[in-house]
């Protein structure tokens, strides 16, 4: 499995990012996709779910209304679009998935909130 996320970078308060994580090594239209962020300083937090086939998608409160997971089963990948950004939204994120009931985590990708 490999997850390979892209789109991180410095964003202005009120701007947008959009994340994208290409997957490879599992049949991804068969699983749910996730993303994650981690602060400095704090535990990784769950972001947002998406379907396997995308009709479903839930957020964490703190998001809920200014990001929007999505994704393109035809080419592997899930996307999360973010928009009007705060600073307490600077963190690493990272996309997971659970194929044969393992975690299993990009890279992940810088996202700083800053004026």
């Known amino acids: 499995v490999h997850l390979v996320e892209s789109g991180g970078g410095l964003a202005q308060p009120g701007g947008s990012l959009r994340l994208s994580c290409a997957a490879s090594g599992f049949t991804f239209n068969m699983y749910v996709m996730r993303w994650y962020r981690q602060a400095p300083g704090k535990e990784r937090e769950w972001v947002a779910v998406i379907s396997s086939v995308g009709d479903s998608t839930n957020y964490a409160d703190s998001v809920k209304g200014r990001f929007a997971i999505s994704r393109d089963n035809a080419k592997n990948t899930v996307y999360l679009q973010m928009n009007s950004l705060k600073p307490e939204d600077t963190a690493v994120y990272y996309c997971?998935?659970?194929?044969?009931?393992?975690?299993?985590w990009g890279q992940g990708t810088q996202v700083t909130v800053s004026s």
């Open positions: 997971n998935a659970r194929p044969w009931s393992a975690d299993y």
